[in-house]
């Protein structure tokens, strides 16, 4: 069973925006998976596209065939980290200054191929043991 990983670190988003768009594609198949990213409209979707990505790419180098098909991909493990924060000042009133923190987040994408079925041929059915009469009932 194959498996790859993509890490992609400090990303500029907080991990927690990270997480809801991970949370959708985690366990999904890969075609379905970066048609969801593709489409989903927040800005931390980019970054896990290209992860994902990427991640089916290091499983295709990974391969000494070179050929997988990616309908046989699935999405095995993806969580965000966080990674870290910088810390900035915003001017208030009377002379005061807020801290602002600038998140960021590190995620880790793992690709697993799935299981291929081994259909086998059936098995021939044994013949129903006839019924045994007792002896009584035979004479």
């Known amino acids: ?23 959708l594609i985690r ?24 992860t994902v990505r990427s991640a089916v ?20 493990e993806a969580f965000v980290n966080e990674g870290p924060s910088l810390k900035r000042m915003l001017p208030a009133p009377m002379g005061r200054a807020y801290r602002m923190v600038k998140r960021s987040n590190h995620l880790t994408v793992v690709i697993t191929q799935r299981q291929q079925k081994v259909k086998q041929a059936p098995k021939p059915k044994a013949a129903k043991p006839t019924s045994k009469k007792t002896e009584q009932e035979q004479e």
């Open 1 to 23: 069973m194959l498996e790859a990983r993509a890490i992609n670190r400090y990303i500029n988003s907080s991990p927690r925006k990270m997480r809801l768009v991970i949370d």
């Open 27 to 50: 366990g999904k198949s890969v075609p379905d998976a970066l048609a969801i990213l593709h489409f989903s409209p927040k800005h931390a979707a980019k970054a896990a596209e290209k």
């Open 57 to 76: 790419s290091n499983l295709q180098n990974k391969d000494e065939a070179g050929r997988i098909e990616t309908e046989s991909l699935y999405i095995s």
